[in-house]
């Protein structure tokens, strides 16, 4: 999924954990 896109998508907070807290 291209985090770099630019556009707001419905599940931004996740996303924002997911690339905050990389596994």
């Known amino acids: 999924v291209p985090a770099n896109t ?9 996303y924002k954990l997911i690339v905050s807290k990389p596994i």
């Open 6 to 14: 630019g556009k707001p998508k419905i599940p931004s907070n996740k």
